[in-house]
């Protein structure tokens, strides 16, 4: 099995950023694709940013040109660079691996 725990959270005010790290330990052989979700309160936790096995990226709309996500194949470790923070971003953010390990989540509080 794979264990995911994320850091980084926090509170900050609209316009700062944060980085949001997700670590990765336990039966990796591969390096596999990693991704971060959100999930704000009532509503369907949703993809934000995903990078490949080889680094390709990809974004969801919302986030573009604010976020970056990359990864540090020697630590097992994928990264979210939060920039230009939003209230809308507030959330539970949550980190996924190929094919199906999730982290506990790390609140993200965004502040007018």
């Known amino acids: 099995q794979v264990q995911l725990v994320e850091s980084g959270g926090g509170l900050v005010q609209a316009g700062g950023s944060l980085r949001l790290s997700c670590a990765a330990s336990?039966?990796?052989?591969?390096?596999?694709?990693m991704g971060w979700y959100r999930q704000a309160p009532g509503k369907q936790r949703e993809l934000v940013a995903l990078?490949?096995?080889?680094?390709?990226?990809n974004y969801a709309d919302s986030v573009k040109g604010r976020f970056t996500i990359s990864r540090d194949n020697a630590k097992n470790t994928a990264y979210l660079q939060m920039n230009s923070l939003k209230p809308e971003d507030t959330a539970v953010y949550y980190c996924?691996?190929?094919?199906?390990?999730w982290g506990q989540g790390t609140q993200v509080t965004v502040s007018s």
């Open positions: 996924w691996r190929f094919p199906g390990s």
């Open positions: 990078i490949s096995n080889t680094g390709m990226t």
């Open positions: 336990g039966s990796i052989f591969s390096i596999n694709a």
